[in-house]
């Protein structure tokens, strides 16, 4: 059984003393504790930390030589007593293990601590979470500091493991915003986000360092050269298995010195973006350890990304290690290999693939138009910040992108943005045009500004599904579908498919043609819209479904001109989210049926009914709905109550066509509480009030 023993300080004026609790007894010495500031050796002590000067303290007196594990109990922040300002705490010839526990813990910098939290000498260890632990460790830093969380001297080690964390601390001036060292640093994993320096916003490595990261990420960081990582002259960063710095962070490589490749990356492309001290093919920025390591093939050198410098020319890492000049603009994950063309890459992709867009397209002929291959399944990721794929020239072009039958496309922004571009030309079709096939949209995807309209009545502006099986079609869970224009559809125009829109936005979307038309429209398929998505500021209706079921179980369809939804032949069943601000009814039924149900809401609209009815139609009501304007009714037909309503009165206020006839609004169907009438109000005629009576009838009221 292991055994443990926790000290706690405590200082009372002139008495300062480490008092223990013995937490376990078996086969773990007991040591007596002396009234002084003296720990006992702590080799098997786990010492429970509650503020930085017991950390300090508890340092200085751990033993020469020896593993001390020190248990963080308790968040706290870097306040010392004195000196003003002060210094880091030190560590040599000895290893001091930092836990969290079974609990999250944070160290904050304090603005009285200008230098770094620790200063590991010759020596001595520092290791950054404890294997095994659950809780996550976390230094947090400030904008004030001059140095980052730890300097690592030459002789000293630093540890980082996965339940660690270096976040969010300016270094100033200074070199290295997390980690500095001329000595080692191990990173088994953890994160080192946020970080600023002047150079080395991560890690910056003297000359003589030695940097080994075989896991975690290190993204997010800022600084001048050297984003993520610096490697000075005659330092080594090795690099293996799921270690990856994010492409928004770069590795400054300075002449001489490398980058190493222990052993294969298991990550995707790029394991790292390098940005060499200066282009030229001679530089060997990448190094293959190939003896004695047979997993550490010409395969891994390529996994390494370029940044680009100013001008047309690109380079590349080669399967030697070197730069080498590249007139790819993609590349595939599945063989590591640049192309200069979309189509070149897709026809060589494997069955399953990624495609890094590496550099702007910009689609100059018909020809271009991008194929997905019939049964393959691609995912198109923006290398770097943004990306776009562009219509260009001014021919008439059809769509820039065919996914065909039985292909997959996942459009996705990654750490970056990845936008389709229509650059407002006149085109014969949508930006993407899915034929049996299924189209995925995530988040940072923007698919915009294209302009079908030059057959005049062409569907679909930024999207044209057509489908000869009710398949999925669509899934898009965010990202946006924005300032399209067609003669129908400017967003999305859907036939006999199933598209599901879970998150993202349909805005600005336009339609030349303003019959039964809407952003998005659904023609014999169905539509699920819910969890944060929009349909808003389009400049037509929202949605139209000429035929099929448009499900609603969240989402918003707002501010929309011509209105929210018009049901044709359809039905929309509603059971969450909300359709208000339209500028025209917020839902128009045209011989189709509307079930309300759930917490589904119809605010008020900026102009037209919440709901109007034409003929043929059927609407019900249930649950805790709500309609805030009204519902206009024409002759013999009503609302069905088909379940207890929640909402207090009203629950919607009906507006007859004819008031001068006599007709039931209100029927009840498998319920028999004739109260649920009065739940609904009627508006007025000129001066004379109307209520719906005990039989569900619109009638006068008594003066």
Same mark, same amino acid.
């Given at each position: 059984m292991t055994a443990w023993v926790q000290y706690t300080y405590y200082s009372m004026g002139f008495l300062k003393a480490w008092v223990f609790i013995l937490l376990v007894q078996s086969g773990c010495e007991l040591y007596n504790?002396?009234?002084?500031?003296? &720990?006992?050796?702590?080799?098997?002590?786990?010492?429970?930390?509650?503020?930085?000067?017991?950390?300090?303290?508890?340092?200085?007196?751990? @033993?020469?030589?020896?593993?001390?594990?020190?248990?963080?109990?308790?968040?706290?922040?870097?306040?010392?007593?004195a000196p003003y300002p002060a210094p880091p705490v030190e560590i040599e010839n000895k290893t001091i293990i930092l836990s969290a526990g079974s609990s999250d813990r944070n160290i904050t910098r304090e603005t009285t601590l200008l230098s770094s939290f620790f200063l590991v000498k010759a020596g001595g260890e520092l290791i950054l979470g404890e294997t095994g632990s659950q809780g996550r460790l976390s230094l947090t830093g400030n904008s004030g500091a001059n140095e980052g969380f730890v300097n690592v001297e030459t002789g000293g080690k630093l540890t980082m493991n996965k339940n660690a964390a270096l976040m969010g601390n300016s270094a100033g001036s200074a070199k290295g915003g997390a980690v500095t060292l001329s000595g080692t640093f191990v990173m088994n994993g953890g994160e080192i986000r946020g970080n600023t320096a002047a150079s080395g916003g991560g890690v910056y490595i003297s000359g003589g360092g030695s940097f080994r990261m075989s896991g975690g990420t290190i993204g997010g960081n800022s600084a001048p050269s050297g984003k993520g990582v610096y490697i000075a002259s005659n330092a080594g960063f090795f690099m293996s298995g799921a270690a990856a710095v994010a492409p928004d962070n770069d590795v400054y490589v300075h002449d001489g010195s490398c980058v190493t490749v222990e052993h294969a990356l298991a990550g995707t492309f790029p394991a790292a973006t390098l940005t060499p001290e200066n282009y030229t093919v001679t530089p060997l920025p990448v190094r293959l350890l190939t003896s004695g390591q047979a997993s550490v093939t010409a395969a891994e050198a390529p996994k390494f990304a370029v940044t680009q410098p100013p001008g047309t020319t690109r380079y590349r890492v080669d399967s030697n290690g070197c730069l080498s000049v590249s007139s790819g603009i993609v590349r595939l994950a599945s063989n590591?290999?640049?192309?200069?063309?979309?189509?070149?890459? &897709?026809?060589?992709?494997?069955?399953?693939?990624?495609?890094?867009?590496?550099?702007?397209?910009?689609?100059?002929?018909?020809?271009?138009?991008?194929?997905?291959?019939?049964?393959?399944?691609?995912?198109?990721?923006?290398?770097?910040?943004?990306?776009? %794929?562009?219509?260009?020239?001014?021919? @008439?072009?059809?769509?820039?992108?065919?996914?065909?039958?039985?292909?997959?496309?996942?459009?996705?922004?990654?750490?970056?943005?990845?936008? &389709?571009?229509?650059?407002?030309? %006149?085109?014969?079709?949508?930006? %993407?045009?899915?034929?049996?096939?299924?189209?995925?949209?995530?988040?940072?995807?923007?698919?915009?500004?294209?302009?079908?309209?030059?057959?005049?009545?062409?569907?679909?502006?930024?999207?044209?599904?057509?489908?000869?099986?009710?398949?999925?079609?669509?899934?898009?869970?965010?990202?946006?579908?924005?300032?399209?224009?067609?003669?129908?559809?400017?967003?999305?125009?859907?036939?006999?498919?199933?598209?599901?829109?879970?998150?993202?936005?349909?805005?600005?979307?336009?339609?030349?043609?303003?019959?039964?038309?809407?952003?998005?429209?659904?023609?014999?398929?169905?539509?699920?819209?819910?969890?944060?998505?929009?349909?808003?500021?389009?400049?037509?209706?929202?949605?139209?479904?000429?035929?099929?079921?448009?499900?609603?179980?969240?989402?918003?369809?707002?501010?929309?001109?011509?209105?929210?939804?018009?049901?044709?032949?359809?039905a929309l069943i509603m059971s969450k989210g909300e359709i208000k601000a339209n500028n025209g009814d917020g839902i128009f039924i045209d011989g189709g049926s509307v079930v309300m149900s759930g917490s589904a809401r119809i605010g008020a609209q900026s102009s037209g009914h919440g709901i109007n009815f034409s003929s043929g139609s059927m609407l019900s009501m249930e649950g805790d709905v709500l309609v805030e304007s009204t519902v206009r009714l024409i002759w013999d037909k009503f609302i069905t109550v088909k379940g207890d309503l929640t909402q207090p009165y009203p629950v919607a206020t009906i507006t007859p066509s004819v008031y001068a006839r006599v007709f039931p609004v209100v029927k009840l169907d498998g319920v028999s509480d004739t109260d649920l009438f009065a739940k609904f109000a009627v508006t007025p005629s000129g001066a004379v009030k109307y209520h719906v009576n005990s039989s569900g009838y619109s009638v006068p009221s008594l003066p």
């Open positions: 504790l002396p009234l002084n500031n003296t &720990l006992p050796p702590p080799s098997k002590a786990f010492a429970a930390i509650t503020n930085f000067q017991q950390l300090r303290e508890a340092v200085a007196a751990a @033993p020469s030589g020896k593993a001390s594990t020190l248990l963080i109990k308790t968040d706290f922040n870097t306040f010392s007593k590591n290999t640049e192309y200069s063309s979309l189509q070149a890459a &897709l026809n060589m992709a494997a069955v399953e693939d990624t495609v890094y867009i590496l550099d702007n397209i910009v689609m100059t002929a018909q020809s271009e138009t991008a194929d997905i291959p019939t049964g393959k399944k691609i995912t198109l990721l923006p290398f770097g910040s943004e990306k776009r %794929i562009t219509r260009g020239g001014a021919s @008439p072009f059809e769509s820039l992108i065919r996914v065909s039958k039985g292909a997959v496309l996942k459009l996705s922004g990654g750490q970056g943005n990845l936008i &389709l571009d229509g650059a407002g030309l %006149i085109s014969k079709g949508a930006l %993407i045009y899915v034929q049996d096939a299924l189209l995925e949209i995530e988040n940072g995807v923007s698919i915009q500004n294209n302009n079908n309209t030059y057959s005049g009545t062409a569907p679909g502006g930024g999207v044209n599904i057509y489908c000869t099986a009710n398949m999925t079609a669509l899934i898009m869970s965010g990202g946006t579908i924005k300032g399209n224009k067609a003669g129908s559809a400017g967003g999305i125009y859907a036939k006999g498919a199933d598209i599901r829109i879970t998150g993202g936005k349909i805005e600005e979307n336009d339609s030349s043609n303003s019959y039964n038309n809407g952003s998005i429209l659904i023609d014999d398929g169905t539509f699920l819209l819910s969890g944060q998505a929009e349909i808003r500021n389009n400049k037509t209706r929202g949605v139209c479904i000429n035929s099929g079921t448009f499900t609603m179980t969240g989402g918003l369809i707002e501010a929309n001109a011509g209105g929210g939804v018009y049901v044709g032949n359809a």
